[in-house]
């Protein structure tokens, strides 16, 4: 007759489940340990970036980019429909069979593990960024704070650059910006050549940017576009005003440049446009810094800003309108909780610019026009 196990091998084979479980929270939770030892150590977190995240995203994002859609965006929905389904069977399960505790823990923990990997993997691939050179570091580009004088001048330039290319540009039966989309896409890429001239630190392999096709639902979160570093593919939000498309492509383009500030990539975009050639792109790229300034300089000066504003033309100001219009219809819990966690992940990876007077993109335009690149001053 077989001996029967003891009773200790049938309790340890019954919390089998646990010991699983258990491991499945600590390996993501040990690989995030390891990398708040790490981040501290900037050459490792250089090593990190450009010998291991680099080339994987590049490989990629190069076998996605043979796609015409966006793997990225597969993933997110898979995602979403896999926690859906895991929560409505959770409370089948809770409904319908015994052992409802011991049910509800392994969920809880199951999806506790999934949560860290995905968060675990973020943060080794992307995350990393934070802590590896910074703008100032590659281009010597110092964010010295601005005024409202700078502010005030910087203002006035781009109303008046803005203006003068909203006449130049596509228009609809109502005065709005139209373009086609297909053509700026392609035309992304190659906008930035002119600024990798004077920042060679930011060259690279890129892909190009793909539209959304849930770009409603980004919209109703509030993001105009995302980068996914686990397949390196830069996503296009193409509902919203067709105005700031071309800026925001380019600003999915410094992500690809492993520039993880959203400010330090707000500068790049309007750099980038704002002295090309292409009138699509430096007009979005115009209005942007637009936005930007009028945001900054309203908080300083009132009567500054009703004077620099004032030279943006009533061409332009519809195109203004139009998204003030847009994201204010679109204004919903579900809008602030997405910005909540955004702002906690960013946060989390120490993304808060104490140092800025007025926001870390404006004034590295002070910086850049005023200090590094004086020359470079449209208004002279």
């Known amino acids: ?28 939770a040990v690989l995030l340990g390891i990398f708040q030892f790490c981040k501290g150590n900037q050459a490792w977190m250089n090593v990190w970036v450009r010998q291991v995240t680099s080339p994987i995203k590049s490989g990629i994002s190069w076998l996605c980019s043979f796609l015409p859609f966006g793997v990225a965006e597969v993933i997110w929905a898979a995602a979403v429909i896999a926690v859906a389904v895991f929560l409505v069977r959770t409370v089948y399960l809770l409904i319908t069979r015994r052992g409802r505790l011991k049910r509800l823990l392994r969920r809880v923990l199951a999806l506790a593990g999934a949560a860290l990997i995905a968060y675990a993997g973020y943060t080794l691939m992307w995350g990393a960024n934070y802590y590896a050179d910074s703008l100032a570091d590659m281009t010597g580009l110092v964010d010295r704070g601005t005024n409202a004088s700078e502010l005030h001048t910087l203002l006035v330039a781009f109303s008046d650059r803005a203006s003068e290319l909203a006449e130049e540009v596509t228009r609809d039966e109502d005065g709005l910006y139209i373009q086609d989309l297909d053509t700026l896409f392609v035309q992304a890429t190659e906008v930035y050549d002119g600024l990798l001239e004077e920042f060679p630190c930011l060259e690279g392999p890129i892909r190009q940017p793909k539209p959304m096709i849930f770009s409603r639902i980004l919209s109703y979160m509030g993001f105009t576009g995302f980068f996914f570093p686990f397949t390196g593919e830069s996503m296009v939000n193409v509902d919203q005003p067709e105005y700031l498309v071309p800026f925001t492509l380019l600003h999915e383009l410094s992500h690809q440049r ?32 637009f936005i930007h300034l009028s945001n900054a300089l309203r908080k300083a000066d009132s009567d500054l800003w009703a004077d620099a504003v004032s030279h943006l033309s009533d061409t332009a100001r519809a195109d203004n309108s139009a998204n003030t219009q847009y994201w204010a219809a679109l204004e919903s819990p579900a809008k602030t909780a997405s ?21 870390a993109c404006v004034d590295l335009l002070a910086a850049y026009y005023f200090d590094y690149n004086p020359d470079a001053q449209f208004w002279n």
């Open 258 to 289: 492993n520039i993880a500030s959203e400010e330090e990539c707000n500068f790049l975009a309007i750099l980038a446009g704002a002295q090309s050639d292409n009138v699509d792109f430096a007009y979005s790229a115009c209005m942007s810094a």
């Open 339 to 359: 910005q909540s966690v955004y702002s906690g992940v960013t946060k989390s990876y120490g993304e808060e610019d104490v140092m800025a007077s007025y926001g």
């Open 1 to 28: 007759m077989p001996q029967q196990p003891s009773t200790l091998q049938s309790k340890l084979r019954s919390l089998r489940w646990l010991w699983v479980s258990l491991a499945w929270v600590a390996v993501p």
